[in-house]
């Protein structure tokens, strides 16, 4: 039975950015997009409207793309791809020049996990920035790496092996002003401290 005096989760707008020069020109289809609705719809229990972009590897578009983002409202902004060392992979450098505070933890994070997998993952130059209520990430391009970064490394029998970072997004958003967001713990268990916990709510 459903509990009338329940109170729906939060409304929450995010926005998630493809960068990719091929892509964005239509020479093969994007992948990064898909990938970051269809986990991000697993994962959390509040109702999102997505704003998506797919651009090219400008560093003044992606800037421009983050800004506007923000300024529409998306308390969370996730890009994918332009993260490397090559002379187009920018997206870096695009994201900390909106920065008002660096959020270094996230990419730290982000290369423990594909170390697990590659040695190459040091070459990863993934970031994470706070631009007013806005908290935005750098993930890398490839959707198995998305989920990988964002909900951790489990073991056979489903432990965790490796937090994802997506533990501790809901509670930074928390604390630059945004709405609650909840998880299903099958996918991503939010860690908050008892203090910033409040009673489960309902899903739409």
Aim: with cysteine; proline share 9%.
């Amino acid at each position: 039975m459903n509990d009338v005096n329940a109170v729906p989760c939060d409304p929450v707008r995010i926005g998630i950015v493809s960068i990719s020069d091929r892509a964005s020109t239509g020479v093969y289809e994007d992948k990064g997009l898909p990938a970051l609705r269809e986990w991000l719809g697993r994962a959390l229990r509040n109702p999102i409207t997505f704003d998506s972009r797919l651009i090219p590897d400008e560093k003044e578009g992606i800037s421009a793309a983050l800004i506007e983002l923000v300024d529409a409202g998306c308390s969370l902004v996730l890009t994918t791809g332009g993260t490397g060392p090559a002379p187009r992979d920018v997206t870096p450098e695009a994201t900390l020049a909106v920065a008002h505070k660096e959020m270094p933890g996230f990419g730290e994070q982000m290369r423990q996990i594909s170390l697990r997998f590659v040695p190459t993952a040091i070459l990863s130059r993934q970031c994470a920035v706070i631009r007013d209520r806005g908290l935005i990430i750098n993930l890398p391009g490839q959707p198995k790496a998305i989920q990988e970064t964002l909900e951790g490394l489990r073991g056979a029998g489903g432990e965790s092996l490796v937090p994802g970072i997506f533990a501790a997004v809901p509670y930074c958003i928390d604390l630059i002003g945004g709405p609650y967001l909840e998880t299903h713990e099958a996918v991503c268990k939010a860690f908050r401290p008892k203090s910033a916990l409040r009673p489960a709510r309902t899903a739409p």
